[in-house]
């Protein structure tokens, strides 16, 4: 409670080198004048001082008659306290009031300021207080205050541990942009940051680059298809509709973030979005984009695509100017040339409200969350995602959830590449849980009672009490006449999965996954993993996208019968005309590989 408790502020120094204090004393009877203007101090002097050095030792060299007793007054030696100069520098700036009345009434006071922490008695005070002093007004309508840096363990930086990063070297390395970012997003800014030419790495490695490929993506298919108008409107898509809905809910973020000046939260929010942009977007529009027709519904993709990244340039020109250019540039100068020069000029986007759907929003977050739930499933039955399986069961929290299911059966089924995706009809059909009281936490709490507690706990229906926990709930436990909240961090609640499935559970939700494989679902996969190679083949071979190709495959046994079973998805996925067996003719480029039991040569040639 600093400025309650705060005392009287000294305002002189004894120094040399600073600024005067304009106070002259008679040495007869201490008759003191306060010299407020050069103009003032020539008419006491009796002589033009508009070219006197106001500093010591010229100031002090003048002198005048005192008015009460004749005496001669002197200045006092005494210089006025450094922090009042820094609380002076939105008049001293402007040599107000002497001039530039106007432009310092515009200027006054400041939208805001940043400083270290260690401002706060210093600078952020003496500016309010001779503000206060001045107009009873204050000085700066918002802080932002920096927290120290630390180095990348958490230790302060000192010259004498050698910890401390050059910011050159940061620079060199990652950029600017990357730079700045990192330290927008890591901590709200007042607090301590880690920091080290690493964790700026990794913005590029978990933002910038993830952004770079979506945008690499778009103007790949676009230099193709040269689509026309990209204006966008109220599509019928459910991708674009789910897209645009969280686009805007992240321009209206953005912006209220940016309008509170907290930094932090105009930009992390981006890198959330960009997250979902690239793994479920771009990554579940990849095909409409491959289309061969162009039509409404590649259009729409085009638009939804283009609207979503000249919108986060936008949004991230304030923090990464350099990048959001060469965003800007190549997406809207250079198909638009009387559009604005830059994106630094540009408009900031406007929330459109008719594209925010909080429904559909919620609705495919908890498919996202479904589908990463069954991936985990599928890594604890350590079958790859090529490998198609049966079915997918969930168990989700309410009825709302259960229909966002259903209307997305297809979505997840592709996602999770399983034939079937259904609810369960209780999470017990797939799972099992032990509960088991923890000493250590209950005994700590409770202490004699606690016997008496594990007992009753154990008594109780073990699936009702792993559910409550689960989903972060206490359960009330009735032990010895008397009853007792136990908290899910109390009890460890251990999953089994019953037999032939593999489980993922976070919270309400269950993912259960059948594990066997079927004759039929093994040769799928294999159908899977050649496509996967001939998809690197074309790559390394350098075609572009859209070329044609002719393969020729020597295979196993099993392996050939499978691309037999399923020539037609592998040749319309790799664009293969032809598709032959037997030896790959000279000069054609080559793969040889061995998977899951089987043996492969395979070549391609562009037709
Ligand atoms: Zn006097």
Redesign the pocket.
Known sequence: NWLSNNIDWSLSRERYWGTPLPVWE??????RECVGSVKELSEKAGRDLTELDLHRPYVDNVHWK??????K?ARVLDLIDVWFDSGSMPYAQWHYPFENQDKFKTQFPADYICEAVDQTRGWFYSLHAISTLLNEDISFKNVICLGLILDGEGQKMSKSKGNIVNPWDVLNAHGADAFRWYLYTATPPGQERRFSSDLVGEVIRSFTLTLWNVYSFFVTYANLDKPAALTVTAGTNDLDRWLLSELNVLVREVTKAYENYDATNATRPVEAFVEKLSTWYVRRSRRRFWKNESGADKQAAYSTLHTALVTVAKLIAPAMPFLAEELYQNLVRSVDASAPESVHLAEWPAVVDEFVDESLNREMDLIMRLVSLGHAARQKANRKVRQPLAEAAFSVGNPAERKALANNIDVIADELNVKQVRLLDAATEAVSHIVKPLPKQLGQKYGNKFPAIQKAVLAMNAEEVARALLSGNAVAVKADGEMYNILPEEVEVRAQAREGFAVAEDGPYVAALVTELTPELVQEGLAREFVRRVQDLRKTADLDVADRIELFVEASAGLKAAIVTHKEYITAETLATKLSFGAPPARTSLVEDEFDGEKLKAGLKKV
């Open positions: 008679c040495a007869d009877c201490k008759h005192c008015s009460k007793c004749s005496g007054m």
